[in-house]
């Protein structure tokens, strides 16, 4: 059996809890406001700092919990959709990340088309140059600010949710190592992407119910052709961690997917909403800091784009405390 891979030092930051009140264009729909709070939204995440800036504090809490040294960071993996400016998709901001944080051994990688379901093709990636090319250490980080031009584009209308501006992090490599903080190592056991171009012209704003019956259809498949190759039966997840919209939606998803309301994790739609890619890793670490897992147990991470998808079947590892 090929060597086993593992994520590790996960860690996120996120902007100051606000109330979706406050989102101006909300208050000129009250409906859809109403819609949001009902389907259990209350607050979001807004920050004045770049994505760059949010993913460097994330980072450094990364390497902290994982006791990794910046230098034996070979790999930096940089995703995100903030492309409102610029400087955030050139490698000014990424060389600044990686000169602050010490990476003087790392080079940069950046992942955009995925949309939302950026952190499983980072994931996939990271996997990968550890396996194929033996890196130490691969740093993952997803990193997001909404547009603040554009208040319309804060809200994902009517009512599905609202976007938080925040960054998640982890190490893969080959070592469960030792930890410092944080959950622990998880074992990669799946990694899988899908996606569906015919949906292409497909949106929210198009044709909402056929857009979110193809988001659900896509869901499915993909959380099930994960499991099947990680050859786990839905009943051995302990969490399904999906990316965050509503209550409503969530469930819909999870119930699609063949889950039970104890196994899906929704404690994060009051308090952020949608978090763009960082969704899966911030509700996999509040769920186990929450509910300590034991090792062995398995986790489904389930990430949502426009037209992609992506999954990760993990299941929790063994680690080292260190003295």
């Not at 033996?134 to 603040?148: E, I």
Request: aromatic residues 8%; contains cysteine; hydrophobic residues 45%.
């Amino acid at each position: 059996m090929p060597e086993p891979v593992f994520v590790r030092g996960i860690a996120s930051v996120v902007g100051e809890a606000t109330p979706i009140d406050s989102i101006g264009v909300l208050s000129e729909r009250p409906e859809s406001l109403a819609g949001l709070k009902a389907k259990g939204l209350s607050h979001y995440a807004h920050s004045h700092r770049s994505p760059a800036e949010l993913a460097l504090d994330a980072c450094r809490q990364t390497m902290a919990w994982a006791s990794v040294a910046p230098a034996e960071v070979d790999a930096v993996i940089y995703a995100s959709m903030s492309f409102w400016d610029k400087r955030l998709y050139t490698e000014t901001d990424i060389g600044w990340l990686m000169d602050s944080a010490g990476l003087t051994n790392a080079f940069p990688v950046g992942v955009f088309l995925p949309g939302c379901a950026n952190l499983i093709s980072s994931l996939r990636m990271a996997a990968n140059l550890v396996r194929a090319e033996g890196l130490r250490n691969v740093l993952v980080v997803t990193t997001d600010q909404a547009s603040p031009h554009d208040e319309n584009l804060r809200v994902m209308w009517p009512d599905v949710s609202v976007l938080s501006d925040a960054a998640a992090s982890c190490l893969v490599s080959f070592s469960s190592g030792v930890s410092d903080g944080g959950i622990g190592a998880f074992e990669v056991c799946t990694l899988l992407q899908h996606s569906a171009p015919a949906m292409w012209d497909l949106s929210a704003d198009s044709n909402l119910a056929a857009f979110l019956m193809g988001t659900v259809k896509g869901a499915r498949h993909t959380a099930a052709t994960a499991l099947e190759r990680a050859q786990v039966p839905v009943s051995d997840v302990r969490k399904l961690l999906t990316s965050t919209y509503n209550r409503a939606v969530n469930e819909m998803m999870a119930r699609q997917c063949g889950f039970s309301p104890d196994q899906l994790w929704l404690d994060n739609i009051p308090r952020l909403g949608h978090a763009f890619s960082a969704d899966t890793l911030i509700n996999l670490f509040d769920s186990a800091s929450s509910d300590d897992p034991a090792e062995g147990e398995q986790f489904l991470l389930l990430a949502t784009g426009h037209k992609n998808w992506g999954a990760a079947v993990l299941r929790k590892g063994l680690f080292a405390v260190p003295g």
